[in-house]
């Protein structure tokens, strides 16, 4: 593979990780009950539910500001679905769109310089490589939260591994040598 292939390729690989980690996450906050599904504590966005509605509102926003189209929600704390089966769909639909827009970039699309605003309204210009970098990382810091109020509610046993080794070895981008 030439130095260009693994360069599209590494985000190809991360966004068809985020949506394994999210299903996995997904699976496992379904096993909570409600009040602990709600249950402000104390992480940024108060809640698993809160957690869960700013990594939409996030991925939407970052999408909208990469793509030009789709929702911008207007504040990084809006609730946009009230259930757990209404956040999930559209946490499937996301990861899907998200997936389709990375296997249609290539190295000079990668290299581009994105320009856009924060929702502040300060005015930004990186290169996309560097954006999606932010992107990828931005969910897996908040998947750490929901993983940690997730073990505190189910026990580590209850959580599921969302380490990006194992999604490697799982999908084949790793092997037993």
Do not use: K
Not at 14 to 25: D, E, T
Not at 92 to 112: K, N, Q, V
Request: some cysteine; proline content about 3%.
């Amino acid at each position: 593979m030439t130095p260009d292939q693994l360069f599209v390729r590494r985000y190809r690989d991360l966004a068809a990780y985020n949506a394994w980690a999210n299903r996995r996450l997904y699976a496992a906050v379904g096993r909570l009950d409600d009040g602990q599904y709600r249950a402000d504590r104390g992480a940024f966005f108060g809640s698993v539910h809160g957690t869960l509605n700013h990594l939409l509102v996030g991925d939407r926003l970052w999408t909208r500001r990469i793509t030009g189209t789709g929702d911008e929600p207007a504040r990084l704390d809006t609730i946009l679905f009230r259930t757990l089966p209404e956040l999930a769909e559209a946490r499937t639909a996301e990861d899907a769109r998200i997936s389709a827009h990375m296997d249609g970039l290539d190295a000079a699309a990668l290299a581009a310089e994105l320009h856009y605003a924060n929702v502040a309204g300060a005015r930004f210009v990186q290169p996309l490589a560097t954006v999606l970098d932010h992107f990828f990382n931005h969910q897996t810091h908040h998947r750490g939260q929901l993983h940690c109020l997730v073990s505190g509610f189910l026990g580590n046993e209850g959580a599921p591994s969302l380490d990006l080794i194992a999604f490697q070895r799982e999908s084949g981008l790793a092997r037993p040598g």
